[in-house]
């Protein structure tokens, strides 16, 4: 009768543990990636962001219409945290603590057996965070320059990306529109933003 009450016991914990893991319907989370910050207020750089969900990667892209093309092209790869990716298929918005890794590499032509196109080479060039902390962050959103492992610093909110994600973001001032598998979700949800609806409107206009 001991041992019952003791097996019975232990699978309650475990199911409440699990619980306690898994994004809820209203989005919110218990979160094993959460962002990380020091004492100053610096972001920790998380380390395994190469297990998260990978979103998308752009080639040479620029939101500047002036912008000239590149002789040797830049990938971006994005990747958000699971927590945050399983909340967004349930809700199509963004949960708090929340976060994205931009990770930029260079391209090459030539290499093995390629004969046309670029593939990503080398190592990575450069590297920023878009993290979602609502009580730590003004308008709730914040990027950091990460340099290696090192804490970061938070981007000044007068840097152009803040207004420009405010102005362009698909959802929840994120890029979700270069997100092939997430817009539907967003879509489906009517989570799109009236600024993203008006930017398709008008490219949709723009004779080329």
Same mark, same amino acid.
């Given at each position: 009768m001991v041992k019952a009450t003791i097996y019975r016991s232990a699978l309650i914990a475990m199911a409440l543990a699990a619980q306690a893991s898994v994004a809820m319907g209203d989005g919110s989370a218990e979160y094993s990636h959460a962002p990380s910050y020091t004492s100053d207020g610096r972001l920790n750089p998380p380390a395994d962001y190469r297990e998260w969900v990978f979103l998308?990667?752009?080639? *040479?892209? !620029?939101?500047?219409?002036?912008?000239? %093309?590149?002789?040797?092209?830049?990938?971006?790869?994005?990747?958000?945290?699971?927590?945050?990716?399983?909340?967004?298929?349930?809700t199509g918005t963004w949960p708090d603590k929340t976060q994205f890794v931009l990770e930029v590499r260079s391209?090459?032509?030539?290499?093995?057996?390629?004969?046309?196109?670029?593939?990503?080479s080398g190592a990575i060039t450069g590297m920023?965070?878009?993290?979602? *902390?609502? !009580?730590?962050?003004?308008?709730?959103? %914040?990027?950091?320059?990460?340099?290696?492992q090192s804490p970061a610093k938070q981007i000044p909110l007068t840097q152009a990306?803040?207004?420009?994600?405010s102005a362009h973001g698909a959802v929840d001032t994120t890029f979700v529109q270069f997100?092939?598998?997430?817009?539907?979700?967003?879509?489906?949800?009517?989570?799109?933003?009236?600024?993203?609806?008006?930017?398709?409107?008008?490219?949709?206009?723009?004779?080329?």
């Open positions: 998308s990667s752009g080639l *040479d892209m !620029s939101y500047n219409e002036k912008a000239m %093309a590149s002789s040797q092209p830049v990938f971006d790869n994005v990747f958000v945290n699971p927590e945050a990716y399983r909340a967004f298929l349930k391209s090459s032509a030539k290499g093995s057996i390629n004969h046309r196109g670029h593939f990503q920023e965070v878009h993290v979602k *902390d609502t !009580s730590r962050f003004q308008g709730g959103w %914040a990027f950091f320059g990460i340099d290696g990306c803040y207004s420009c994600h997100y092939p598998t997430l817009l539907p979700i967003a879509q489906q949800h009517v989570t799109l933003s009236t600024a993203y609806m008006k930017d398709e409107a008008q490219a949709a206009n723009t004779v080329h």
